[in-house]
């Protein structure tokens, strides 16, 4: 029997809840002993003219060892837009020069021997500014009355797409369109960002900092330095959460090796959470408009979304995430007429990076709002509204109005499962029933369809690297270019190989994240890693054992394809004779047995799936609760259903969050409303039900696992369902739209609002 698609535990797990992790702030390296500690002085304005930065104080305190400024780093260049066709003047300098663009954009660098001491002599460094008008908001931002880079002459980052066709809704019976926000949120990783940096007597640097993927963020690190390549050794040590925002490096981690290089002595950097909750890149901050037209039968002949990205200050990831939304617009519709418009507009606010999804989950929000306004308006159950517009099942790929090939689905499947799970029909009834007795506790019912891109080409390409090693010991080694930071990349790796060799997975280890050991990769992110880094040690163990057969029939004086593999005994037998038999291991003892692979995919996978939300609103107060999540996820063929179980979790619990609670705010001024974890509320167990998880798997083609990516579905198939279900609640109420997040107040007011209008008419 194959281990995989059983439930295996944790092999991490140990370790982690005993000697506990090794994050990037806890290395006690002996390279870094003496190491300087990097505290960044951080603009309390949120745009403004630096007309001079007194260090003298700063340089008297305890402790400093040196103040940087920009003046000090007239020898690194100024850092380029990250894309080719974003103009050169939206250029980031490393500290500010003269002008600071947000709450927290980095005009200073002290050094000191202790990292208290750089707090407190950050704040002898004296910032004389010229107040400038803020931009808030992308509308703001389009005005073009204030511009963050008066040489580039607009707040356009990058344009995508044409308008729609004045006559792209003809015909239709019925149009609804509608302004949607799917807000800006903050990371909020477990572990913030850090770094550390030494340099070597043979001019190399080392550089530890967490991150999604070593090899990429030593390619940056050494870009921005004007470093070759070689000269960069990046080490990725044990990472407390990305959720995309460690894609890459950061300028900060770059900068404190160029500190550490300038000041002689090792540096080392740890963010503090409120500098995190301000400085790290955010996720989504799209301003969209959705119009959707048809006939008053259900069936849907046209779709426009036009998006509005908040850049944030500097261009960053966040610039090209609008692509991803106007490749996903139509989701898992069979429209007709698709279109999709976007823009990315500079703001004085922090920038804008990936977030779980990134992109994805933007589009099937606007997508699921939009027909959930369609059935609203024509009268018909959101449920039945779905099934006629959903694309019938396909074995074959299918290419969308908007040029993304979907590998293999079976959408309405999917829904129906998902409401044959969640007593779709009972519930309503339950709804009516509370609605005709004018309960104060309304029930609402949200329903979401969603398909996603995942192991597109990052960068890296849709391929990865991995190296299998069986040792004289009967042990084996498996190097990686994934950057697990919580999926259980060890575990289901060590499966793989596993399944292959018969070695037991717990004397599998899994290394990644060195950049000495491991010059290629592609990282983790964007939903690839198994498919891509898992299918490459698929691979490797496969090409190892013919490795192995040629070997084993030298001395078993064989025909290597008379061998087979047991899996008992992590051996090589002669078919029909188990007695004649050499281990792996035995192999390995007489020369060294490792492969080293590059898995290339034919393309990217297409997961889906539907959810259904329950919701439970007090009328009088506007709070919405959720009772119930019900989830089909098709990730295509599961390896361990535990850690795909535990991806899904997280997904729709973050997704939840964003329904319900988190927003990063910024008032008129530019000023963060949210940088404390005070100010800034996320999920915990107690506002969340226990998830229902459906199962379904429709393998891909695309790859000999037939395995598609896991980590970032529940966070794009639960956020609209939740929103939806919450408007739901109060729909009988006249409510036609709440947005995101549906906090008790937003609720409460468009209650209040309904009711003054239906009054009005009424009078």
């Known amino acids: 029997m194959s281990i995989l698609g059983t439930r295996v535990v944790r092999t991490e797990d140990p370790q982690f809840l005993t000697r506990g992790a090794v994050y990037t702030d806890d290395l006690t390296d002996e390279r870094l002993t003496g190491a300087l500690h990097a505290t960044f002085v951080r603009s309390q304005v949120a745009h403004a003219k630096i007309l001079s930065v007194d260090t003298e104080g700063a340089k008297q305190a305890p402790g400093v ?129 850090a770094t550390s940096a030494v340099w070597g007597e043979d001019g190399r640097v080392t550089v530890w900092c967490t991150n999604q993927g070593a090899q990429q963020a030593k390619g940056q690190i050494a870009e921005w330095l004007g470093l070759d390549a070689s000269l960069v050794h990046l080490i990725t040590p044990d990472v407390g959460g990305g959720f995309g925002a460690k894609i890459g490096a950061d300028p900060e981690y770059a900068l404190v090796a160029h500190l550490a290089k300038l000041s002689g002595r090792p540096v080392r950097w740890t963010e503090s959470r409120s500098e995190n909750l301000t400085s790290m890149l955010h996720g989504r901050g799209q301003d969209q408009v959705v119009k959707i037209g048809g006939s008053r039968d259900g069936k849907i002949e046209a779709y426009s979304l036009v998006t509005d990205q908040d850049g944030g200050a500097y261009p960053r990831i966040g610039v090209v995430l609008p692509t991803l939304t106007m490749l996903m617009t139509p989701g898992t519709y069979a429209f007709p007429k698709v279109h999709a418009q976007a823009r990315a507009l500079a703001t004085n606010t922090t920038p804008i990076g990936a977030y779980r999804g990134a992109g994805r989950p933007e589009a099937t929000a606007a997508v699921e709002r939009a027909v959930d306004l369609f059935a609203a308006e024509i009268g018909m159950d959101p449920a039945e509204v779905r099934r006629i517009n959903l694309v019938p099942k396909f074995d074959e790929p299918h290419t969308t109005a908007m040029g993304a090939t979907y590998d293999s689905g079976d959408y309405v499947a999917a829904l129906d499962r998902a409401l044959e799970a969640s007593g779709y029909a009972g519930l309503r009834a339950e709804q ?172 990217a996978t297409f997961p889906f799936g539907a959810h259904v939300a329950v919701v439970e609103t007090d009328v009088e107060s506007g709070k919405a609760t959720v009772v119930r999540i019900v989830t089909v996820d098709d990730a295509g063929t599961i390896i361990n259903p535990l850690l795909a179980e535990g991806q ?98 937003r609720v409460w007011k468009a209650v209040q609002a309904a009711q003054q209008t239906q009054n009005g008419s009424t009078n």
């Not at 639960?718 to 109060?730: E, G």
């Open 65 to 193: 060892v040196a103040v940087y400024t920009a003046a000090d780093l007239t020898d690194l260049p100024p850092l380029a837009p990250p894309f080719p066709f974003i103009a050169a003047e939206f250029e980031r300098q490393w500290l500010c020069t003269d002008t600071v663009r947000f709450v927290g954009d980095a005009i200073a660098v002290v050094l000191t021997e202790e990292r208290y001491q750089g707090e407190d002599a950050a704040e002898q460094v004296v910032v004389d500014l010229d107040v400038l008008p803020a931009v808030v908001g992308t509308a703001n931002a389009a005005k073009d009355e204030t511009i963050l880079f008066p040489a580039a002459g607009t707040n356009v980052l990058a344009a995508f797409g044409e308008p729609a066709p004045a006559d792209f809704f003809d015909g239709c019976e019925v149009v609804v369109e509608q302004a949607v926000v799917n807000q800006r949120v903050a990371p909020v990783p477990l572990e913030t960002r």
């Open 432 to 603: 009516k029933a509370r609605r005709e007795r004018g309960d104060a506790r309304q029930l609402g019912i949200g329903i979401s369809t969603y398909v996603e891109i995942t192991g597109a080409d990052n960068g890296a390409g849709t391929g990865e690297e991995a190296e299998l090693e069986v040792h004289a010991d009967g042990t084996a080694t498996v190097l990686t270019g994934t950057s697990p930071h919580g999926q259980g990349h060890a575990t289901t790796w060590a499966m793989l190989a596993s399944d292959q060799l018969g070695i037991p997975v717990e004397k599998i280890t899994v290394l990644h994240g060195d950049t000495d050991r491991i010059p290629k990769g592609g990282g983790t992110m964007g939903s690839r890693s198994l498919q891509q880094g898992g299918a490459a040690v698929h691979q490797a163990a496969v090409e190892l054992v013919e490795v192995a057969k040629k070997r084993a029939a030298e001395r078993l004086e064989a025909n290597p394809d008379d061998l087979i593999v047991d899996l008992g005994s992590a051996s090589l037998q002669v078919k029909g004779t188990p007695g004649v038999s050499v281990s792996f291991a035995e192999l390995a003892a007489e020369e060294a047995l490792m492969v080293q692979t590059t898995f290339t995919a034919a393309a």
């Open 648 to 745: 899904r979790h997280g997904g729709i619990a973050q997704g939840v969050a964003q329904a319900l609670l988190e927003e990063v705010l910024y008032d008129e001024d530019g000023n963060p409303q949210t940088s404390t974890l005070a100010d800034y509320p996320f999920i915990s167990a107690t506002e969340l039900p226990s998830f229902e998880l459906v199962e379904m798997a429709t393998p891909t083609p695309m790859n000999p696992l037939g395995a598609k990516g896991i980590g970032e579905a529940g966070t794009i198939g639960s956020t609209p369902a939740v929103q939806s279900a919450v408007i739901d609640s109060v729909a009988h109420l006249g409510v036609r739209h709440v947005d995101m997040p549906a906090t008790s107040m």
